[in-house]
């Protein structure tokens, strides 16, 4: 069964970091695009960073400069390193191939105290 675990994320303060991790099962991520995803209370999800099976990587403008994706081959998994958090980046945080989705997982909440 094809499957994404996150884990990670947290409570922090305003400036402060944390790192998200996915973990895939039954899908080898080097061999397609993964994404990690947001969605804030009331909003839509949205695609903050994404990387291809190239090692492409890609940002909104709203994380650029203070997130970065990488991918571990060995470990089949694809991080997320968030410095610099702010307050509006208070989401539940998820990760996901792209364009073809697998099922989602139950994400992770990333909490910024201002």
């Known amino acids: 069964q094809v499957q994404v675990v996150e884990s990670g994320g947290g409570l922090v303060q305003a400036g402060g970091s944390l790192r998200l991790s996915c973990a895939a099962s039954?899908?080898?991520?080097?061999?397609?695009?993964t994404g990690w995803y947001r969605q804030a209370p009331g909003k839509q999800r949205e695609l903050v960073a994404g990387?291809?099976?190239?090692?492409?990587?890609t940002y909104a403008d709203s994380v650029k400069g203070r997130f970065t994706i990488s991918r571990d081959n060995a470990k089949n998994t694809v991080s997320l390193q968030m410095n610099n958090l702010k307050a509006e980046d208070t989401a539940v945080y998820y990760c996901?191939?792209?364009?073809?989705?697998?099922?989602w997982g139950q994400g992770k909440q990333v909490t910024v105290s201002s």
């Open positions: 990387i291809t099976r190239g090692g492409t990587t």
């Open positions: 039954g899908v080898l991520l080097r061999f397609t695009n």
């Open positions: 996901n191939t792209y364009p073809t989705s697998v099922n």
